[in-house]
């Protein structure tokens, strides 16, 4: 009940040949072969594959002074569930990919995840930012069949338990999203910032049309409908968001305003 913590791995050796392998949230892994050695907080090998059913792979391996780690997976969202990380994703093909820098203290891993075609439902977290920006229209699709979303780019650096997110993105047809800050485990502690872009869509078609979009973006680096937000713990508990967000035109860099990209 405490959480999902990367600081919290036991030291274990072991080796895995099983049909079926029964994780959290009803997450079950088919055709599972593989091994892991850890010491304490410190996995030096792993190589870890389940072939039936949606395929998952997961692998460190020295290299160097350093340690490299892939990840892939054609459940996203029920692999992130069974980590107790993200309970509001379904379906999804995962990749991540980093480098453990070992000549540093704590073992810093500087790593990218990506995430294609996956839908979030009940999200608490974005259902609040909408609420907040007054963008209320996609309440009851977040509520229902929920909304879905293209590509996921997260840029990350995690240390101890702290990941930093730098120029992270997300989009589909109905709503785009960027987000920098830190997400502290096992708490799942929130303090981010960035930019909510609905009608995803129809912003990047407009600005793609010369004359129109110049006159309606507001010049480079601009949305026609976007707003800014900060997300902290204490702000999303108490819901102080409305006097800084500003649903207008919401300065963008530019290649946030192209995280489709």
């Known amino acids: 009940g405490e959480g999902f913590s990367f600081e919290r791995f036991p030291a274990i050796d072991l080796k895995l040949d099983v049909g079926k392998l029964y994780a959290a949230y009803g997450m079950v892994l088919q055709g599972v072969k593989g091994?892991?050695?850890?010491?304490?907080?410190?996995?030096?090998?792993?190589?870890?594959?389940?072939?039936g059913g949606k395929a998952l792979a997961f692998s460190i391996k020295p290299e160097g002074k350093n340690r490299?780690?892939?990840?892939?997976?054609?459940?996203?969202?029920?692999?992130?569930?069974?980590?107790?990380i993200l309970e509001s994703m379904e379906g999804g093909t995962l990749s991540l990919t980093g480098q453990f820098d070992d000549a540093k203290g704590g073992s810093e891993l500087a790593g990218a995840?990506?995430?294609?075609?996956?839908?979030?439902?009940?999200?608490?977290?974005?259902?609040k930012l909408l609420s907040l920006a007054s963008i209320t229209g996609f309440l009851d699709t977040l509520s229902g069949?929920?909304?879905?979303?293209?590509?996921l780019t997260v840029p990350f650096t995690l240390r101890d338990d702290v990941i930093t997110i730098k120029d992270g993105k997300t989009f589909g047809?109905?709503?785009?999203?960027?987000?920098?800050?830190?997400?502290?485990?096992?708490?799942?502690?929130?303090?981010?910032e960035g930019t909510i872009?609905?009608?995803y869509?129809?912003?990047?078609?407009?600005?793609?049309?010369?004359?129109?979009?110049?006159?309606?973006?507001?010049g480079e680096g601009q949305g026609v409908f976007a707003a800014n937000y900060p997300l902290s713990e204490d702000e999303f508990e108490t819901g102080r968001l409305p006097k800084v967000l500003e649903p207008h035109r919401a300065k963008l860099r530019s290649e946030e305003r192209r995280v489709g990209k």
């Open 35 to 51: 091994s892991i050695v850890c010491s304490v907080n410190r996995c030096g090998s792993a190589d870890f594959v389940s072939m």
């Open 68 to 84: 490299r780690i892939s990840a892939t997976s054609e459940d996203a969202g029920g692999l992130l569930r069974a980590l107790g």
């Open 113 to 127: 995840l990506n995430i294609h075609d996956y839908t979030l439902k009940n999200a608490p977290v974005l259902a």
């Open 145 to 151: 069949n929920g909304i879905a979303f293209k590509k």
């Open 173 to 192: 047809s109905a709503i785009g999203l960027t987000a920098d800050g830190t997400i502290t485990f096992p708490s799942t502690q929130l303090n981010l």
């Open 197 to 199: 872009v609905p009608s």
């Open 201 to 218: 869509t129809l912003n990047n078609v407009v600005g793609k049309v010369p004359l129109l979009g110049n006159i309606l973006m507001g």
